[in-house]
């Protein structure tokens, strides 16, 4: 069982600081608009979060550094695009799966409710 672990380690170690590049809701915000067009210029990703240049800067290095993004120089701009189509695939995949988990939480939230309350003696 351990030899198992010790030689699946390096990749969970990789699966880890992939998840840690998109540990952050600006860095999530930033794929989802690269994910919704080709690419997107540095000055529209200011637009489009609200941030400061030196902020949004930082959160494009984290992306830039797990390969979840890349970025191409034209002239005095600077565009960004996902680096690989299944960003988007994993995108969609993490909605899906949080989407489900609320509707399972929606569903246990109205069941509770719908319970009688046991606080008061005689409550019905």
């Known amino acids: 069982m351990a030899d198992t672990w010790d030689a699946q380690r390096p990749l969970c170690e990789v699966k880890a600081n992939l998840f840690k590049g998109l540990s952050h809701p600006v860095r999530v915000r930033v794929l989802e608009v690269l994910c919704s067009q080709p690419e997107t210029s540095v000055s529209e ?15 494009l290095s984290v992306l830039r550094k797990h ?25 969609s995949a993490a909605r899906a799966l949080l989407t489900e988990v609320l509707h399972t939480t929606q569903q246990q939230l109205v069941s509770a409710v719908s319970l009688p309350d046991i606080s008061r003696p005689g409550a019905a």
């Open 45 to 59: 990703l200011l637009a489009d979060t609200g941030l400061e240049a030196s902020h949004l800067s930082q959160h």
């Open 67 to 91: 390969h979840l993004v890349v970025a191409e120089r034209r002239g005095s701009l600077v565009f960004y695009r996902v680096a690989h189509p299944q960003v988007v695939d994993l995108l």
